[in-house]
């Protein structure tokens, strides 16, 4: 299979995933794990378009690409609720329920959470989600946007992962120094190149690859939580009349929280830096 073929491939596994999830999420089914693998597969298919050039004519999937990250956008805010009520409240209220009231901030959060769910609702419901569906359906049926000099999936696969690879690592010094937003930008250049990982994991032997990719998840789920809690004070701006108590509570265990992870990063970065390539 040559490198165009591959990523087309990729696409239409994600095409997949993204429709299956949108049925059930539909349903209105409580599970959040459904908007998450729609999230998911949306960032997998713009990360293989990413990649793709030369395998891609380049402008074949340019409105597609902006109708992507619009309903990425549409769904985000479901998904930020979702971990601010089902993840980052809980260990909270759990400790610190038996000194203070938390019942207004559960109430306000379980109304935002809602009234964001149906915005997602609204977006896959309506005529252009499904006009982006019908464009990749029939983007995926024609291969007229396959460049005629079609590369080795081998080659392109090594090119590929050197390069994110390389701007993954290039933050260099402390990275416990780093403040929120360059984290975030590292965080984003971790998921490209874990995308890129296990798009092209089956070209190379199992083994080599699982030490390097175990080590880049557990630094990509530190990067991801210190994001959340990030995420969880700017949602806490959006919550109506909080009382002061309240607000220095979870703000502080939200500070706490984000110090023991940073503290965390160190040492993951060191292990991760200390493992070779798999390509």
Request: proline share 4%; glycine share 4%; hydrophobic share 40%.
């Given at each position: ?13 994600c ?10 999420f ?11 693998k ?6 997998r298919?713009?990360?293989?378009f990413g ?5 891609f ?10 109708e992507?990250?619009?309903?990425l ?18 260990p ?16 306000s ?5 809602g ?6 609702i ?5 005529h ?7 464009e ?6 024609h291969?007229s946007?396959?460049q005629g ?17 390389h701007n993954?690592?290039?933050?260099r ?7 929120s937003?360059q ?24 083994r ?15 990067l991801?939580?210190?994001?959340d ?17 309240t607000s220095?509570?979870v ?8 110090n023991?992870?940073?503290g965390?990063?160190d ?9 070779a390539?798999?390509?």
């Amino acid at each position: 299979m040559d490198a165009a073929k591959a990523c087309m491939e990729t696409v239409r596994d994600c095409l997949q995933q993204l429709q299956d999830n949108a049925k059930v999420f539909l349903t209105r089914d409580p599970d959040s794990k459904h908007l998450h693998k729609m999230r998911v597969a949306l960032r997998r298919m713009r990360s293989t378009f990413g990649i793709s050039p030369p395998a891609f004519d380049e402008t074949a999937f340019s409105d597609i690409s902006t109708e992507l990250k619009w309903l990425l956008e549409e769904l985000g805010p479901a998904r930020n609720w979702d971990v601010f009520v089902l993840e980052t409240l809980p260990p909270i209220l759990s400790a610190l329920s038996q000194e203070h009231d938390f019942a207004k901030l559960q109430q306000s959060s379980d109304v935002l959470r809602g009234e964001n769910r149906d915005r997602a609702i609204t977006a896959i419901e309506s005529h252009r989600f499904q006009a982006l569906l019908l464009e990749l359906e029939a983007a995926l049926a024609h291969d007229s946007w396959l460049q005629g000099n079609a590369s080795s999936i081998g080659h392109f696969a090594h090119l590929v992962l050197k390069k994110r690879y390389h701007n993954f690592r290039k933050r260099r010094g402390n990275i416990t120094t780093l403040h929120s937003e360059q984290l975030h930008a590292l965080r984003i250049n971790g998921k490209k190149l874990r995308y890129a990982s296990e798009f092209f994991l089956p070209l190379y032997p199992t083994r080599s690859a699982h030490s390097f990719l175990t080590a880049l998840s557990g630094l990509q789920d530190t990067l991801g939580a210190i994001n959340d809690a990030v995420t969880a004070n700017h949602l806490f701006e959006e919550l109506p009349d909080v009382d002061l108590a309240t607000s220095c509570l979870v703000k502080g265990w939200l500070a706490c929280e984000t110090n023991q992870l940073t503290g965390q990063l160190d040492l993951q970065w060191k292990q991760f830096n200390a493992i070779a390539p798999f390509w």
